[in-house]
């Protein structure tokens, strides 16, 4: 079993930055991509980043491709994704995700094949 603990949301203006931080605790999480995932209020979870087990790729969503960033420090078991130039519409609980598949170069953004996922993390922008 894997546990996974976001922090870092809060309620900032537009333009501002955030640090998502998702750490994992019961195995490591190391040979696994992980990904971060959003849930707007009133809309369904959407991709918004991912990364291979090794760091090597990223993949993003368009809405987000240029303002967010996803890294990884697997010595800490802990996965990343630093938000700049925040606007209202990034508005959304952020949830970070474990792939199910270990060892995968493939970055995958349906949600149904991340096997593990934390509570959430709230990320509000004023205008």
């Known amino acids: 079993q894997v546990q996974l603990v976001e922090s870092g949301g809060g309620l900032v203006q537009a333009g501002a930055s955030l640090r998502l931080s998702c750490a994992a605790s019961g195995r490591t999480v190391s040979r696994y991509a992980m990904a971060w995932f959003r849930q707007a209020p009133g809309k369904e979870r959407e991709f918004a980043a991912a990364i291979t087990w090794r760091g090597g790729e990223t993949s993003y969503a368009d809405s987000v491709k240029g303002r967010f960033a996803i890294s990884r420090d697997n010595a800490k078991n802990t996965v990343y994704l630093q938000l700049n130039s925040l606007k209202p519409e990034d508005t959304a609980v952020y949830y970070c995700?474990?792939?199910?598949?270990?060892?995968?170069?493939?970055?995958?953004?349906?949600?149904?094949?991340?096997?593990?996922w934390g509570q959430g993390t709230q990320v509000t922008v004023s205008s």
């Open positions: 995700a474990v792939d199910d598949s270990y060892y995968s170069d493939t970055l995958r953004t349906e949600d149904s094949v991340y096997e593990y």
